[in-house]
């Protein structure tokens, strides 16, 4: 029996029933007397100053930084979150301040980050707070990134889409039983959000953590990149993220170096232009060109050691360096 | 025997008829609870507990209240 005041949330595909006074499984949404409200709008616990390369971007304004916060929650509730303690934590259990999306624009400026990203959490569980910081902050020309799940809605996505410049979204696997056994979720709507995304003109990175037996099979690997390069071309990075244990995934080790390698050469094999690796240094962090192999963009770490790209094109051959570069 | 007195004395169909409807009563009261104890009392016991719970500690927390987005078109 549905009491009288319940209401459906329609941002993400869980697409919550609420009861009154009932909080979305995200934890950041309540229904009061039939009318939703969010807990942690101007409400972030998480607020720092990164190296745009962090998010991870790579072929997105290099060398910049990107004012980054979070407010607790998410829509997800994978196993293996590296940010498990503010992802997975209600909004009253974490500590939070008080910072209203013109004093989030307000520090971007001072700071002089070129950038403001919405990342650590699921930027969707606070989608009202970033997408007012980011009409502000489109205002001033600062840029709007996010980190995200892609777990959202297709008309909040398209809305939110017009004021964003960039996206990185974490692909967790390509098969519906990871998503439903590991992420509490499914692969069906983060597929529609990247083509979404794709067609709105958002500039798009896409992380994938590899996680020893559980997603690192090569068939699967080849699959999702094949899916990559036909719906959403050759030039979309793909970052390959090494496991660590962690949250409930403490009894598998990180991922082989060697499981690594080989993900990026099939990813390459299936026509991916960009391929890096991250959470270890394999030399697999740099930009080369996909025509003449020169070496482009230099990183180390978190760190731009050399950018020769110039006007997005290769130096040496001129071709055409797929990103955001001025 | 008193006036008052024959009217309480019941006649055999009166008694039947007495027992009929309240097994009636007792049958319907067993089968409203029933109904009642699993539909309707954990929704009002569940949301005594959202309540409370909002109450004593959300509303208490210096979380915000902002009105959400909607985005289904309006009839």
């Known amino acids: ?326 | 025997m008193h006036p008052v007195q024959q009217v309480l004395v019941m006649n055999d169909h009166a008694k039947f008829r007495t027992t009929i409807i309240a097994a009636t009563i007792l049958i319907i009261a067993v089968l409203a609870y029933s109904v009642v104890q699993d539909l309707v009392l954990p929704d009002v016991e569940g949301y005594v507990q959202r309540r409370s719970y909002y109450e004593r500690t959300l509303s208490q927390k210096g979380l915000s209240e902002h009105k959400a987005m909607y985005w289904k078109e309006k009839p």
């Open chain 1, 1 to 326: 029996m549905v009491m009288p005041n319940a209401i459906q949330c329609e941002l993400c595909p869980t697409e919550c029933l609420l009861e009154d006074y009932q909080v979305g499984g995200c934890r950041t949404r309540i229904n009061k007397g039939g009318t939703l409200y969010s807990l942690v709008y101007g409400k972030p616990c998480a607020v720092a100053i990164d190296p745009i390369e962090k998010k991870p971007f790579f072929h997105f304004l290099p060398g910049t930084t990107a004012f980054s916060i979070a407010t607790a929650g998410c829509v997800l509730g994978c196993k293996f979150c590296q940010n498990w303690q503010i992802s997975q934590a209600n909004p009253e259990e974490v500590d939070h301040q008080d910072l209203s999306p013109e004093d989030v624009v307000r520090q971007a400026l001072y700071n002089r980050c070129r950038t403001i990203t919405y990342t650590y959490t699921e930027p969707t569980v606070f989608y009202e707070y970033m997408y007012d910081i980011a009409r502000i902050a489109r205002q001033y020309g600062i840029n709007n990134t996010m980190h995200s799940c892609g777990y959202i809605k297709e008309k909040p996505l398209r809305e939110l889409a017009q004021y964003l410049n960039a996206a990185d979204v974490d692909l967790k696997a390509f098969t519906e039983d990871f998503y439903s056994r590991i992420c509490g979720g499914r692969l069906k709507p983060v597929l529609d959000s990247l083509v979404v995304l794709k067609e709105t003109g958002v500039w798009l990175e896409i992380t994938n953590l590899v996680i020893p037996t559980l997603n690192d099979d090569r068939v699967q690997i080849r699959d999702m990149c094949r899916w990559i390069v036909k719906n959403l071309g050759p030039d979309v990075p793909l970052h390959l993220s090494r496991f660590f244990p962690s949250y409930k995934l403490k009894n598998l080790p990180p991922t082989p170096v060697a499981t690594l390698l080989d993900a990026r050469r099939i990813a390459m094999d299936a026509g991916l232009r960009y391929v890096y690796i991250g959470n270890v240094a394999t030399g697999a962090e740099n930009t080369s060109c996909p025509k003449c192999k020169q070496l482009l963009i230099e990183r180390k770490g978190f760190v731009v050691l050399r950018n020769s790209i110039k006007a997005g094109k290769c130096p040496s051959c001129n071709t055409k360096i797929a990103g955001v570069w001025g």
